[in-house]
């Protein structure tokens, strides 16, 4: 078992639509949560950043993390044509091994 | 400023062979790291290297696998001996420490044949 789950997806929902991402992991030391996003031909890029528990809002996106459950989602808000990539949720246990951990990636199709 | 680059974007060789990838950090970041994508698989770590301490080379798949970082800066990334499950995207990323944002480069697409 891959100690980062996430849904392959593929994912295809409207423009305007509100999109929920998911990840489920198994090691509780983890206390960095982040989502990148990726297009294709290219290389991650971040997209959101959270330390331990809670939420973390940046314009159109939400990142969720509740550890007692040891899942953590990323909400997108009024989705665009643009959003339109993989998103890979990654952890790492912050200390000082800096390794990411990382999904599998969902890949996001947002239709006009 | 410059990213992270990564060179060749695309490297076709055949079986038996060995082949060396490049990346070149950010400048002034200490840190930098090698990740393998597979079609359809998330990032796998490989190695990682901070400043002048030893690489964690705990990810690297096997004794084919190699990399060195010279004067704290470029890398490269040796696969001897190349085999078809090889063929990968190989991404580096670097960030100003290990604690920090690492920052990706393009990838250089590997098909072993």
């Known amino acids: 078992q891959k100690e980062v789950e996430q849904d392959p997806g593929p994912l295809s929902v409207p423009e305007g639509a509100i999109v929920s991402l998911n990840c489920t992991y198994s090691n509780s030391a983890f206390q960095y949560f982040m989502w990148y996003r990726q297009y294709s031909r290219k290389g991650p890029e971040l997209l959101m950043y959270t330390y331990s528990s809670g939420n973390k809002e940046d314009g159109r996106f939400t990142a969720q993390v509740d550890k007692s459950s040891k899942y953590i989602s990323l909400f997108i808000r009024d989705s665009q044509p643009s959003d339109s990539a993989t998103y890979l949720c990654a952890m790492n246990r912050g200390s000082t091994l800096g390794r990411l951990y990382f999904g599998r990636g969902t890949q996001l199709t947002v239709w006009p | 400023g410059a990213g992270v680059s990564q060179s060749p974007s695309n490297k076709v060789t055949e079986k038996g062979k060995d082949v060396e990838l490049r990346c070149d950090p950010i400048?002034?970041?200490?840190?930098l790291y090698w990740y393998r994508q597979s079609l359809g698989q998330g990032l796998e770590f490989l190695i990682y290297f901070q400043g002048n301490s030893a690489p964690d080379k705990s990810g690297l798949p096997s004794d084919r696998f190699s990399a060195e970082r010279t004067g704290g800066s470029v890398s490269t990334l040796t696969i001897q001996r190349t085999q078809q499950e090889d063929s990968a995207v190989y991404l580096c990323a670097s960030s100003p420490s290990l604690q920090e944002t690492q920052y990706f480069g393009p990838g250089t697409r590997l098909l072993v044949l």
């Open positions: 400048s002034g970041h200490t840190a």
